[in-house]
């Protein structure tokens, strides 16, 4: 049969305004999160990341928000540019315990459109 | 350019047919992580690699294998390919912690005819 494609959220802005992306994560056991930026063509870019022992931290022109109790990050993007166009996935692992984080679990994605 | 390298960069085979994708990580990262991102799964882990040895599985067909050598890099190979199988395929590096982000290639598009 015919295969349908994974149909991922939108969000459509323009220049300028500010933009927030939305992730929910599944496993109450991750502690570490990232965000990753998609350009069509290419691998996932490191926009920014979070650790579970923090609520918020900030970079240039973006924000992260964790909000553990429901399972929730927030990517905020200030003054979204054109440029900013791309997939936007969240990304979940864990230490288990141990030293170092293992294999990340990425959502599905969020396909942002900046208009000029 | 991020550090890692994939080659190549687009593949075409027939089905039946098996491809090796190669990988190497940025410089002091001892960890290699295989993705698959197709148009209808998003991207899917496959295998993990730390220093020469197998530290995960995902949900990593049979017919698919990876193994790093003692230089680090790591290769994917993909045999008895199906239509199914054509996707893009990623590898990632980290340095031993993890924190600060996994590197990732640029990928390399698999289309199976």
Known sequence: GESVGLHLPTLSVQEGDNSIINC???????????????ESGK???FIIDIRSNMDKRQGQRV?????????????????TQPGDSAVYFCAET????????GKLTFGQGTILTVHP | DSGVTQTPKHLIT????????????RSGDLSVYWY????????????QYYNGEERAKGNILERFSAQQFPD??????????????????????????????????????????
């Open chain 1, 24 to 38: 929910a994560y599944s496993n109450s056991a991750s502690d570490y999160f990232i965000w990753y930026k998609q």
């Open chain 1, 43 to 45: 691998g996932p870019q």
């Open chain 1, 63 to 79: 924000t992260v928000l964790l909000n553990k109790t429901v399972k929730h990050l927030s990517l905020q993007i200030a003054a």
């Open chain 1, 94 to 101: 864990s230490n288990a315990g141990g030293t170092s984080y």
């Open chain 2, 14 to 25: 027939a089905t039946g047919q098996r491809v090796t994708l190669r990988c190497s990580p």
């Open chain 2, 36 to 47: 698959q991102q197709s148009l209808d799964q998003g991207l899917q882990f496959l295998i």
């Open chain 2, 72 to 113: 680090l890099h790591s290769e994917l190979n993909l045999s008895s390919l199906e239509l199914g199988d054509s996707a893009l395929y990623f590898c990632a590096s980290s340095e031993v912690s993890g924190i600060g982000g996994y590197t990732f290639g640029s990928g390399t598009r698999l289309t199976v005819v």
